[in-house]
């Protein structure tokens, strides 16, 4: 069967963002491939995290993708910093990696400018690591969000070096994207994220999302009710293809053209719409968090999996790289 990888950072905690970009998408491709997915601890690293916040942030993430249906008989739910061999490999790529590939990533750029008091190595070579990630597992399918392209090419690139210089060894990760490869935040503008204060905690209370949205902008010409809306722009309406059934989409639609439904009603649908989703992702994982031994099992068995499979692709990196010795 062929293998997926994928991984979420524990940076706060999970919102609408994390769930349509990448929680759906891996508990669909469980199903279909032999899947690793993991929390990228050592990726928060380059934000200098508190360690006990950290720590707190692993767990939380891990939680959230167990309730939103990631299946620990399906798929290999693991820590990354409890496989080592992802730092050996990482090191092993980065002295494959032409310096001026890493030149060429915008993300770099990005993340310099999010945090310009800790513009770190780890930063510049976050990409590697990534590579590192997915061919530790060799996997042959990748979901990623657009803003992943970049990084996934490179991945693609510094993996045919290997393969030239060492023979082949490496399979070419494939894109996969998801239904929302791009969620757009509650101030219309970005790309939602904790760090920009425009998303919906997946955890949150009904009342908290209702209260969020409520200041959530929409279609920018619509500034009183009586004014005829253009649902085709407006981000909520957005939101709505992804929690509310077509029937009530093409109703919310056309009240909203012909002014006879206004934005504080469609904001209220879609809290219903979205508490019916994640009303019980909630209730999950407040019962994984009352059993924190269960959570411990899980991770502890996904890591081991995890090692085996990293063991065996590190025996075939060392061989053919020169690093066995003996």
């Not at 990482?90 to 060429?104: E, F, H, K």
């Not at 919906?200 to 908290?208: H, M, R, V």
């Not at 109703?251 to 508490?275: P, W």
Request: hydrophobic letters at 40%; aromatic letters at 6%; charged letters at 25%.
């Amino acid at each position: 069967m062929a293998r997926t990888m994928s991984g979420i950072q524990p940076t706060g905690n999970l919102h609408l963002g994390n769930y349509l970009g990448a929680l759906v998408n891996f508990v669909e491709l469980q199903r279909q491939y032999e899947s690793f997915f993991c929390v990228v601890d050592l990726h928060a690293l380059t934000q200098r995290p508190d360690p006990a916040l950290l720590r707190r942030n692993v767990r939380e993430v891990a939680i959230g993708m167990l309730a939103s249906g990631v299946d620990p008989e399906r798929a290999t739910l693991f820590v990354q910093s409890d496989v080592p061999q992802h730092a050996e490999l990482g090191w092993v790529l980065t002295c494959l990696t032409p310096l001026g590939d890493l030149n060429r990533m915008t993300q770099f750029k990005d993340k310099s400018a999010q945090q310009p008091e800790n513009i770190n190595a780890g930063l510049f070579t976050y990409p590697i690591l990534q590579t590192a990630d997915i061919a530790l597992y060799r996997a042959e399918v990748v979901p990623v969000g657009d803003d992943q392209d970049q990084h996934l090419e490179l991945a693609r690139e510094t993996l045919r070096r290997f393969n030239f210089v060492y023979g082949d060894t490496f399979p070419e990760p494939k894109t996969v994207r998801s239904k929302a490869p791009r969620v757009i935040g509650l101030d219309g503008e970005a790309k939602m994220s904790k760090s920009k204060g425009n998303e919906i905690g997946l955890f949150e209370t009904a009342d908290e999302t209702l209260q969020k949205l409520r200041g959530a902008k929409t279609d920018p010409a619509r500034l009183r009710k009586s004014d005829l809306g253009h649902p085709e722009v407006c981000n909520i309406f957005a939101l709505h293809g992804f929690f509310t059934g077509d029937q009530q989409r093409e109703e919310i639609a056309a009240g909203c053209r012909s002014a006879q439904l206004g934005c504080v009603d469609c904001k209220k649908m879609l809290a219903q719409n979205l508490e019916l989703v994640k009303g019980p992702i909630r209730e999950r994982a407040a019962a994984l968090r009352e059993a924190p031994g269960k959570l411990d099992e899980i991770l502890a068995a996904g890591a081991e999996k995890a090692r085996t499979a990293a063991a065996a692709t590190m025996e075939l990196v060392r061989e053919r790289t020169g690093l066995r010795h003996r």
